[in-house]
């Protein structure tokens, strides 16, 4: 039932990579669904001259997502149905006529916001262009959060809206009001790079499976005999990466674990310079000597964990404890190399190539690791809508979350030396993800549009 081509504005804003990603992911397969098809990326905030504190949209998120009790406190002050309103009325009153402008100009057939403040002005904006001008636009919200949002993504005056979890739809439902016929549940929206490796790959586990991720670690130059760890600090290389990334290696170094460590340091390019420098046996030397106070750390977290953690996650920390107890250091050195990266177009490639991922919780990161049934640690979140990512993890039972590096290595080291373990976390990823989301939300984006346009040209032909 898929018609012509569409013209297609997406809303969104480089608050963290995510929003961009999950708008060209759709914007791929609508041009593949939709041959012909148009779209630009418009930031409602920033690419017209908005007033105060909405053009600072930017730099606002980057220094608070940087200083986490600024973020927590600006998200919990913000996320109620009130705030929400007053601050719709007031960036109404300030902005919507340079929004509508714009609008104007670009003149679309379809509207997608993948952002969570452009919801409620640019929808007045859309409806009152469809009054102007005599041709509907159907606006469409995708939620590109995984595990829970605020409560800004959901206006339940959109035509519909894409949501990726159960949790999320609680929150659209019960906290926003949203109508149940509204609602289309989906996976989040990732490139399509990732469905092609996730088709070609099938389950990782069989050895098939293992096959394809030989192929793709030879194309990447990443020795197939040894494990492959994969450290991804975000689009802007955030987070105790240097830390996370000594430890790791020290720790797969005293347990004989022979590994590739491949570090993303994003757009971090310092981190990428220092890992490249650095002395690796040094590293080692200072991290064996942290060894004792480990134990009790590791004590205290295995007392906190038994009551949320899988089975076998957690029987493979107890070893660890045993482990580190006794001071265990394997016989044999582990042979450890440290690759690291800058910004990588081939995320799809390196996941699949890996054996863990170990982030921060960036809901698009997860999707995508869950899409091609790689397990999770995940070492820190931002207060507020990536902790319930975490959960995402933990209920599906395919990682961890930690934040000591110390701890994280010791872990990983035991995931590394457990294949049973590693193929069980696999196959709940693959559970959890949704490769084909982007495809599916586009085509229903599309088919509905056509519809809902036909239907309203034939009703005003009618009237007329
Ligand atoms: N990413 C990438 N190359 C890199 C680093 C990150 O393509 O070198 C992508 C990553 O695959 C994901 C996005 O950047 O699609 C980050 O989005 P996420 O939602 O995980 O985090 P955010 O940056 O939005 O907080």
Avoid at 19 to 27: D, K, M, Q, T, Y
Avoid at 123 to 143: Q, W
Avoid at 160 to 182: F, H, N, T
Avoid at 378 to 400: C, K, M, R, W, Y
Wanted: hydrophobic share 40%; net charge neutral.
């Amino acid at each position: 039932r898929k018609t012509g081509p569409l013209k297609i504005l997406f809303l969104s804003s480089d608050t963290g990579g995510g929003h961009r990603a999950s708008a060209e992911a759709l914007a791929n397969q609508f041009q593949r669904l939709f041959p012909g098809t148009t779209y630009d990326l418009f930031d409602i905030w920033t690419d017209v001259d908005s007033s105060w504190p909405y053009y600072t949209i930017k730099d606002t998120y980057k220094s608070f997502s940087a200083t986490p009790w600024k973020w927590r406190t600006l998200y919990h002050v913000s996320n109620n149905v009130v705030y929400s309103k007053l601050a719709d009325l007031h960036s109404y009153y300030m902005n919507e006529e340079k929004i509508f402008e714009k609008l104007e100009e670009y003149n679309p057939d379809v509207i997608v916001s993948v952002h969570p403040t452009m919801n409620y002005v640019p929808l007045f904006s859309a409806r009152k262009l469809s009054e102007k001008n005599g041709k509907d636009i159907p606006f469409f919200t995708v939620v590109t959060d995984f595990g829970s949002g605020h409560c800004t993504w959901f206006n339940k005056d959109v035509d519909k809206m894409y949501l990726a979890s159960k949790p999320i739809k609680a929150i659209a439902q019960v906290r926003c009001g949203v109508p149940d016929e509204k609602i289309v549940m989906s996976g989040l929206p990732i490139r399509y790079d990732f469905a092609k490796q996730a088709d070609a790959m099938g389950d990782r586990t069989t050895p098939e499976g293992k096959a394809h991720q030989a192929k793709i670690r030879e194309g990447l130059e990443i020795d197939t005999n040894k494990r492959m760890v994969l450290v991804v600090g975000g689009g802007e290389g955030v987070g105790s990466l240097s830390d996370i990334v000594n430890e790791i290696y020290a720790k797969l170094r005293t347990q004989g674990v022979d590994a590739t460590i491949c570090v993303i340091c994003g757009r971090n390019e310092k981190l990428k310079a220092d890992l490249e420098t650095r002395c690796w046996d040094t590293v080692v030397s200072q991290s064996l000597k942290s060894y004792e106070s480990l134990k009790s750390r590791l004590y205290t977290r295995l007392l906190k964990l038994h009551a949320t953690r899988s089975r076998r996650i957690q029987l493979a920390l107890d070893r660890a404890a045993a482990r580190a107890e006794k001071g265990d250091v394997a016989a044999t050195p582990g042979k450890v190399d440290v690759v690291p990266l800058g910004f990588v177009k081939n995320m799809a490639e390196y996941m699949v190539a890996a054996d863990v991922l170990v982030t921060k919780a960036g809901p698009g990161t997860i999707a995508e690791a869950a899409a091609v049934g790689l397990p999770i640690m995940v070492t820190s979140h931002l207060p507020g809508q990536e902790a319930g990512n975490v959960d995402i993890v933990l209920n599906g039972g395919f990682g961890d979350f930690c934040e000591d590096p110390e701890t994280i290595a010791l872990e990983i080291a035991c995931w590394l030396q457990e294949s049973h373990l590693l193929d069980d976390m696999s196959r709940k990823a693959m559970k959890v993800g949704h490769p084909h989301a982007a495809e599916e939300i586009a085509l229903d984006i599309g088919e509905t549009a056509h519809a809902w346009i036909e239907r309203n040209s034939m009703k005003r032909n009618n009237k007329l």
